[in-house]
Structure formats: structure tokens, C-alpha cells
Nanobody, 124 residues
Framework: QVQLVESGGGLVQAGGSLRLSCAAS????????MGWFRQGSGKEREFVAY????????FYADSVKGRFTISRDVAKNTMSLEMNSLKPEDTAVYYC?????????????????WGQGTQVTVSS
């Protein structure tokens, strides 16, 4: 059974940092693109960042570029999102996801597996 499990969410003050982790099990995701999405209250889920499988290339939403860093440990089947200089507008449930596609990797429909999400709350 394939599972993606996020951890590391919590409450932090504006300007602070958090590190999210995603642990994958049930199969090897070394060739998959791994991504992070988020959904704020009353908002649609939006793309945050992804990291490619074969090349390890990364791509970020403009709203987090320069503040967030995505990384992965292929051997451990894990992925992380280092979030710095957090803002209240970063408050959301953060989801990790895995995609077997090399196209449309900023779009939800390109992702095959999803975690349950972890809450990040940034207070002002």
C-alpha cells in the first residue's frame, strides 16, 4: 500500500521557520517528481514546489521563491520543505504528492499519490 505521510507542521510566528517532511512507503519514488501543495482556509489548493526524480531539478511558486527550499533523500524515500521567513499568508494545510509525469508538474492532476496533509499556522 502506497503511503505519503507529512510531518513537521505547527504554529510559528511571522518571520520564523519550519521544516516539513514527507515519508513515502509502499514503493520507490526515486523516478517520481515529488511536490508540495497547500490549501488555505476557504481557498483552492495551490502548488508550492516540486523536485524532479531523475535530475533533482526544482521549481517554486513565485510566492515562496527565495524563502522555501525543497529537497529529497532518494535512498530514504523522503522529501523535505524548509520554510523560512514565514508570513501569515503561508498559513495552510501542506500536502506532499508524487507524480509519474514530467509534464504539468505544477498542477494537481499530474500527481498520482497524496498525503493527508499537515497544518502550518503562521501568527502575525
Amino acid at each position: 500500500q502506497v503511503q505519503l505521510v507529512e510531518s513537521g507542521g505547527g504554529l510559528v510566528q511571522a518571520g520564523g521557520s519550519l521544516r516539513l517532511s514527507c515519508a513515502a512507503s509502499g514503493r520507490t519514488f526515486s523516478r517520481y517528481t515529488m511536490g508540495w501543495f497547500r490549501q488555505g482556509s476557504g481557498k483552492e489548493r495551490e502548488f508550492v514546489a516540486y523536485i524532479g526524480g531523475s535530475t533533482g531539478s526544482t521549481f517554486y511558486a513565485d510566492s515562496v521563491k527565495g524563502r522555501f527550499t525543497i529537497s529529497r533523500d532518494v535512498a530514504k524515500n523522503t522529501m523535505s520543505l524548509e520554510m523560512n521567513s514565514l508570513k501569515p499568508e503561508d498559513t495552510a494545510v501542506y500536502y506532499c504528492a508524487a507524480s509519474n509525469s514530467v509534464l504539468g508538474r505544477t498542477m494537481e492532476r499530474s500527481y498520482d499519490y497524496w498525503g493527508q496533509g499537515t497544518q502550518v499556522t503562521v501568527s502575525s
